[in-house]
């Protein structure tokens, strides 16, 4: 079944275009079921590109999904209109009353910053602690992935001596996990980011598991069974395009970067790039809505209730 989003929302031509399925309000009022509640927490810059990403890998399940776009209230965007912003998100502060099966919250272009210092932290400290009550799952992703852990187990971040930035062969620890059904025991997954989590200091924390990982680029993605929280600390959604661009913008702005490590053809900025990891994005967001829609209540309410 498809995923519902807003007829008008700039995310919905491009997924109709690359063969997704959506539906319109009125067409899923008809099906007698009740859609899963999925809320993308979008703290991204281009917050439009992050939404046909995310959408893009939610919208392939076959389960029924609605999918809500939230984000903080005490930030303004500044690559994102205002009318954007009104027309299709809620800030947090409106949507802090309902409940979530699956709740994403996103990367943001704040990792060189200390937690505390960035403008939002109080409102990301509540947002986080609402989704032990209010979320059955979490799926946090880089920044937002690094801020999580930080938050409920105290992991650090490490300053990077450069941009870990490329495509990377990774490996599964724990085959057998629900997360990880269908993927091969080597893959490849895109990599952008300035700071680090370390295996040393995960390890030390009770109810954590490493499930992903690279040689050269470490920890890759965490589960954790209480609170049902993954933490993916690298860019499984990203398009085929997205760190090209984030090259060639860096070439431009004058950023010292070097050429992302195997993802152009020869290292040849000037060839079009291969995707190697759409499949297993794939995989991990079905894996992942998958378990969701096995164990979440029927009940939204029930939702963060102890049995």
């Known amino acids: ?174 085959p057998s996990s629900i997360y990880l059904n269908g993927f091969s025991d080597d893959f490849q997954i895109p990599v952008s980011r300035w700071t680090e989590v370390r295996r040393a200091d995960i390890i030390t924390k009770p109810g954590l598991e490493i499930l992903m990982e690279s040689d050269e680029m470490g920890v890759c993605l965490v589960q954790e069974e209480r609170g049902k929280r993954l933490y993916m600390f690298n860019h499984v959604e990203y398009d085929s395009t997205s760190l090209g661009e984030e090259y060639f913008r860096d070439i431009a702005n004058g950023t010292p970067i070097k050429v992302p490590h195997n993802y152009f053809p020869d290292d040849n900025p000037e060839k079009a790039p291969l995707n190697r990891w759409r499949s297993h994005a794939h995989l991990l967001f079905g894996n992942w809505i998958n378990e969701i829609y096995q164990t979440t209540p029927y009940d939204l309410a029930k939702i963060g209730i102890d049995p």
Not at 151 to 173: D, I, M, N, Q, W
Request: glycine residues 6%; aromatic residues 10%; negative net charge.
């Open 1 to 174: 079944m498809p995923i519902k989003i807003p007829d008008t929302l700039p995310a919905f031509d491009t997924l109709v275009s690359e063969g997704v399925r959506v539906m319109t309000e009125t067409v899923a009022i008809r099906q007698d079921i009740r859609p899963l509640q999925i809320g993308l927490l979008n703290l991204m810059p281009n917050k439009i590109r992050t939404e046909v990403q995310m959408a893009r890998l939610v919208g392939a399940s076959p389960l029924q999904v609605e999918f809500s776009l939230v984000r903080v209230g005490g930030h303004k965007a500044k690559n994102t209109s205002e009318e954007h912003l009104l027309a299709f998100y809620e800030t947090w502060d409106e949507v802090k009353d309902r409940k979530f099966d699956g709740f994403i919250i996103t990367g943001a272009p704040v990792e060189t910053l200390d937690f505390e210092e960035v403008t939002y932290w109080d409102e990301m400290k509540q947002i986080l602690d609402w989704t032990e009550t209010n979320v059955h799952s979490t799926l946090n992703v880089c920044w937002g992935a690094m801020a999580a852990i930080y938050h409920f187990h105290g992991v650090p971040k490490y300053p990077l001596s450069e941009k870990a930035f490329g495509v990377y062969r990774h490996r599964l620890l724990n």
